[in-house]
């Protein structure tokens, strides 16, 4: 017995082989501009501003956790982007679609 989409039952076999796979897009868009925030708390636990390297920091701190996606965000382009706030001209209508 293969895996049964309907029923969603692997046999024992399958089920050792099988691993979970997703695609997602995230849109990251700047803005440099006083804002209040609306927070939804189902969605978000804390929030707090930080500086990149604040970030940085967090980042070697055992207590705290990140997605595994927002540091490789963050590690491959976001602070090379934060680094050049004044001058994202090199980063405008980006429409790579980076598969990581």
């Known amino acids: 017995m293969a895996c049964g989409e309907s029923t969603k ?9 099988s691993f979970l796979l997703t ?7 700047f803005i440099q501009a006083k804002v209040d925030l609306n927070i939804n ?4 636990q ?4 930080v500086s990149a390297n604040e ?5 070697k701190d055992v207590k705290l956790s990140f997605t595994p ?7 491959t382009m976001l ?10 001209d090199a980063f405008t209508n980006d ?6």
């Open 55 to 59: 970030l940085k920091e967090m980042f």
């Open 41 to 44: 708390p189902n969605e978000v």
């Open 9 to 17: 039952v692997c046999d024992p076999p399958l089920a050792k082989q």
């Open 46 to 49: 804390a929030y707090q501003y």
């Open 69 to 75: 996606w927002f540091k490789l965000i963050c590690n």
């Open 95 to 100: 429409t790579q679609i980076r598969r990581m």
């Open 79 to 88: 602070f090379e982007w934060w680094s050049n706030l004044n001058n994202l």
């Open 23 to 29: 695609s997602t897009v995230d849109y990251i868009l």
